[in-house]
């Protein structure tokens, strides 16, 4: 794992600790080089207990630099495994940061995780 990784991680789980989470990291060390996310798109696992949040509930989060955002989150889409995570009431978001550690937090819900599979678009808001 790099540096830079690690340290995305490291600050990410301090970001998500100060706003109400508990949080830890799930992504797994195969080799010096290569790892594998929790159902192949989560690298951390957080929860916020606060039933008042608009974040409540269990979340895997998948942690990137804020120019691989799109790509993770095409990623996740793609996985077998993200619509049952979802249909078992799990929360998934892709968490990118810029050059000046400001967070993108994007939400990806059950009814574009359906569209990706195949299913119907979701409604527009």
């Known amino acids: 794992m790099s540096k830079k990784r690690r340290c995305?991680?490291?600050v990410t789980i301090k970001h998500l600790?100060?706003?109400?989470?508990q949080?830890?990291?799930v992504e797994r060390r195969i080799t010096k080089i290569?790892?594998?996310?929790a159902f192949g798109f989560g690298d951390i696992l957080a929860f916020m207990p606060d039933r008042d949040s608009l974040y409540y509930?269990?979340?895997?989060?998948?942690?990137?630099?804020?120019?691989?955002?799109?790509?993770?989150?095409?990623?996740?889409?793609?996985?077998?495994?993200?619509?049952?995570?979802?249909?078992?009431?799990?929360r998934f978001a892709v968490l990118s940061w810029n050059k000046d550690n400001k967070p993108r937090w994007e939400e990806?819900?059950?009814e574009q995780a359906t569209y990706a599979a195949g299913g119907p678009a979701p409604m527009p808001i």
Do not use: P, Y
Request: overall charge neutral; hydrophobic content about 35%.
């Open 8 to 10: 995305l991680d490291n």
């Open 17 to 21: 600790e100060r706003e109400g989470f």
């Open 23 to 25: 949080a830890t990291m």
């Open 34 to 37: 290569v790892t594998k996310d």
């Open 57 to 90: 509930g269990c979340w895997l989060i998948q942690v990137t630099s804020h120019n691989h955002h799109g790509e993770r989150r095409t990623k996740a889409l793609a996985s077998e495994h993200l619509l049952g995570w979802l249909h078992s009431k799990g």
């Open 108 to 110: 990806i819900t059950v």
